[in-house]
């Protein structure tokens, strides 16, 4: 959205209460009184597109994650536990654009351990991912998959088909989320024996893209 500069005259003990608050909620003193203007003439901000966003995906994954507070209205970050020894913590932290393009914004997941035997399948798993991934969106005529895999983690933009509504992208989210965490947990649960589960995974994985693209 287009931003222009204005002045305005303000009471001192106003100030001081946005300022209060703009620190309790990690924003500035704009854009904080830009939100407040907005919701009270009935006027849409990115930030509050991204808090219906948030709120869609938390009201998805609350059975199965626990939503960590974030301060950034662009921040949601839901974690969970693999069920395998020490119960190692997968993160997920989606991070919105404000002002989508060709991606809604980016998903990162990471893993909490110091077992480099953890890490390591942590990594194959996505490779896996990753190429399957690749592989059914182009087959749609998506050519924007960009991913990465790092040390203990793994990344990947949020395709932007322009066709979701707020509601919509939120779900489409929190789907994609799912559909990945039972994936990962179940590849932990019985690497050896993934092989005999992919064929299912894929399945659900098909049926996820023919409702939603992300």
């Known amino acids: 959205m287009k931003k222009s500069v204005y002045s305005l005259v303000l009471m001192d003990d106003v100030i001081k209460a946005v300022d209060r608050q703009a620190y309790r909620l990690g924003t500035s003193r704009s854009n904080l009184i830009n939100q407040i203007l907005a919701e009270h003439l009935s006027c849409v901000t990115p930030e509050m597109r991204m808090r219906e966003i948030f709120e869609q995906v938390a009201e998805l994954v609350s059975s199965g994650f626990r939503v960590q507070e974030q301060r950034s209205p662009s921040l949601m970050t839901v974690r969970t536990a693999l069920e395998y020894k020490y119960r190692p913590t997968i993160n997920y932290k989606v991070e919105l654009d404000r002002a989508p393009g060709d991606y809604l914004g980016t998903l990162r997941v990471s893993i909490r351990t110091q077992s480099a035997q953890l890490i390591d399948m942590f990594h194959s798993f996505f490779a896996y991912r990753a190429n399957l991934e690749n592989a059914y969106l182009s087959r749609l005529g998506v050519s924007s998959y960009s991913c990465e895999i790092g040390d203990g983690s793994f990344s990947r933009k949020l395709i932007n088909t322009r066709t979701l509504g707020v509601e919509e992208a ?37 049926a996820l893209l023919e409702k939603y693209i992300i």
């Open 170 to 206: 939120g779900t489409a989210i929190g789907e994609y989320i799912k559909d990945l965490d039972r994936a990962v947990k179940t590849y932990f649960a019985a690497p050896d024996g993934f092989g005999d589960s992919a064929p299912v995974l894929e399945k659900n994985y098909r």
